[in-house]
């Protein structure tokens, strides 16, 4: 193993790429702890020392920009705006014909989504960006983390100046911040080791990880640290296992004659991968269940009033998320998105036309509309285990939560670890690849 490192190390393009991705990175986590302008850093350090950590409205954001969106820095929206402006350009593609077109006309169409993904993400920037502020103004924004509690003092007074134009450089630093983070994704796609804004967000979410492990020490002991530790390990495998686990169907293509020249003939497979929706169904469930709380705080009675009841309600049952409620809901609402989302990126009429194109078939299944409603039956089948395994996996923080009252940062469960091993996996594919290339040997000996 450390002579396949060694080997990494050497290699003159390999080594340039990954130093070149280690450099960016450190930029972006600089930019984490970087205030904006007019932000009083000391009362916001005071603030996220005193607020409670069991999770909230901003705790998906937050994990996704690396705690930057509470220390309300620079880069505050992290990726999450280009995450939102990719889903919907994907989203577009079933409702807007353009866009599907635009999708099937190769690298000329894909790279003109991409400027759309683009514009979509400055837009999204400055609207949650203005958002942030707003709420940080008027002093709710570690209630809101708090799951209701009240805020301290120094809570009420985040900002330096909160004159038009402070405001409005608040603004534009934070959506500068978001290009210059798609800007520098899109450098390490370029020049460095894999995918530029995957590997962003796997450092924003690992870099938590120390911080949500050091909390189990402090409050329940070495004893239940280890016993985490090796529960995590143990979820680590089971999710290295299923995101490796694909269903195989089989493709045979006829022969044929072009010219002289006998073409097809060959064998393949359609790969039907166990997870094909990834962490999607679990951020598109957590913004579902994050719609009432918002709704709920921004209908929050004066002090020494008593809430109404649906207010209330709220508070009782989708603020904390050890509530029983909320996690049913929670499981149910993630595997609905996993049948949705599977059902909008993979369309089996377009992969059985595709295959009768070319001569192809898979074997006692006639071609055309049988294969597609097979592929259909196949997948229908194959992202019910899927959506399970990412249900149960995305409720190992919430009973985390309620167990040992881990905060839902919770590093083993839900999109974290979905993202850490994947995105894991997929950089060491890539240096694998590249290293066989040059050596004839992997990273990983068989």
């Known amino acids: 193993m450390f002579s396949a490192i060694a080997r990494v190390f050497k290699t003159r393009d390999l080594r340039r790429k990954i130093l070149f991705t280690l450099f960016v990175v450190a930029i972006y986590r600089v930019g984490a702890f970087l205030p904006a302008p007019f932000i009083d850093y000391q009362n916001v350090q005071a603030c996220l020392a005193a607020s409670a950590t069991t999770g909230g409205l901003y705790q998906l954001v937050n994990m996704f920009s690396g705690g930057a969106l509470l220390q ?95 405001i409005t450089l608040m603004i534009i630093a934070m959506t500068a911040g978001t290009g210059l983070i798609m800007w520098m994704g899109e450098l390490i796609t370029e020049r ?3 995918n530029g804004m995957s590997m962003l967000i796997f450092t924003s979410i690992a870099a938590s990880f120390p911080q949500a492990l050091g909390q189990i020490i402090q409050t329940q002991g070495m004893m239940v640290f280890i016993l985490v530790l090796g529960v ?45 929706a990834g962490v999607i169904p679990v951020i598109f469930a957590s913004s579902m269940l994050y719609l009432p709380l918002l709704v709920a705080q921004f ?14 309600w ?86 985390a939560l309620s167990t040992i009252g881990a905060n839902q940062n919770f590093p083993f469960g839900g999109a974290s670890i979905l993202i850490v091993v994947g995105v894991g996996l997929e950089t060491i594919r890539q240096i694998d690849a590249q290293l066989q290339q040059r050596h004839y040997e992997g990273l990983i000996r068989p």
Do not use: H
């Open 72 to 166: 309300l820095s620079v880069f505050a929206l992290g990726i999450m705006p280009y995450i939102t402006a990719s889903i919907i350009v994907q989203l577009l593609r079933v409702v807007i014909p353009r866009f599907e077109t635009l999708y099937k006309e190769g690298q000329q169409g894909q790279a003109k989504l991409t400027q759309y993904t683009r514009y979509i993400t400055i837009f999204l920037g400055a609207l949650q960006a203005t958002t942030l502020i707003t709420i940080a103004r008027t002093g709710q924004l570690f209630q809101a983390n708090g799951g209701g509690a009240p805020a301290v003092g120094a809570c009420q007074d985040l900002l330096t100046n909160d004159s038009w134009w402070a």
């Open 192 to 194: 460095g080791i894999g």
């Open 232 to 276: 995590g390990i143990l979820i680590m495998g089971a999710v290295v296992f299923v995101e490796q686990s694909q269903r195989r169907i089989p493709v045979q293509y006829a022969k044929r004659m072009v010219g002289r020249r006998m073409y097809g003939g060959s064998s393949t497979y359609i790969p039907i991968k166990v997870n094909m």
């Open 299 to 312: 209908s929050q009675p004066a002090p020494g009033e008593t809430p109404a009841v649906w207010v209330q």
């Open 314 to 399: 709220i508070n009782d049952n989708l603020v904390s998320g050890d509530s029983p409620f909320y996690m049913a809901i929670f499981f149910l609402l993630i595997i609905g998105f996993t049948y949705f989302y599977v059902a909008i990126t993979f369309n089996p009429d377009d992969v059985a036309e595709n295959m009768r194109k070319y001569g192809g078939f898979i074997p006692g299944i006639r071609a055309g509309r049988p294969t597609a409603e097979y592929l259909d039956f196949v997948l229908t089948r194959v992202t019910l285990p899927g959506s399970l395994y990412l249900g149960v996996l995305a409720l190992i923080p919430l009973i």
